[in-house]
């Protein structure tokens, strides 16, 4: 078969593939989306403290543009929560203020530059919060 006569024969095959509704193998594909915000999450567990616990550092992402806390519907308990800028301050954000959070997915920082280093500070809300599985989403 002449260079010409297959050239023809591999076009011809592939119009008739395209033709049939053939699609391209999955390494072709673009990727899937990007995991969701809450589907990346950080799965953390207070444990009681007297004083405040902090977790971190971490580095905020685009997956998601503020920085979310859930805690488990096993939980009991509440949490109170701040996020500390590590590069900027040794205080909680919202003029070093604790904010109280429970099993529903709750913002503790707002519109957060991606690349920003943060630590989430939390303390128990009251005495029920003795180890308090949760997640952080960023």
């Known amino acids: 078969m002449t260079r010409t006569r297959r050239t023809a024969a591999v076009l011809a095959a592939a119009t008739a593939l395209l033709a049939a509704g053939a699609t391209a193998p999955a390494a072709a594909q673009p990727e899937r989306a990007a995991t969701s915000c809450y589907g990346g999450a950080k799965s953390l567990t207070y444990r009681y403290s007297t ?6 550092t971490y580095t905020t992402t685009s997956r998601c543009g503020d920085i979310n806390i859930k805690l488990s519907s096993s939980a009991t308990g509440f949490l109170d929560a701040c996020i500390v800028f590590v590069d900027h301050t040794s ?8 904010s109280t959070f429970g099993p529903q997915w709750a913002t503790v920082a707002t519109d957060v530059k991606d690349g920003t280093r943060f630590k989430l500070r939390v303390h128990a809300y009251d005495t029920d919060a003795q ?3 949760f997640q952080l989403a960023f």
């Open 51 to 56: 004083a405040a616990v902090e977790f971190g």
């Open 131 to 133: 180890v308090v599985p």
């Open 91 to 98: 205080l909680c954000n919202h003029d070093n203020t604790y």
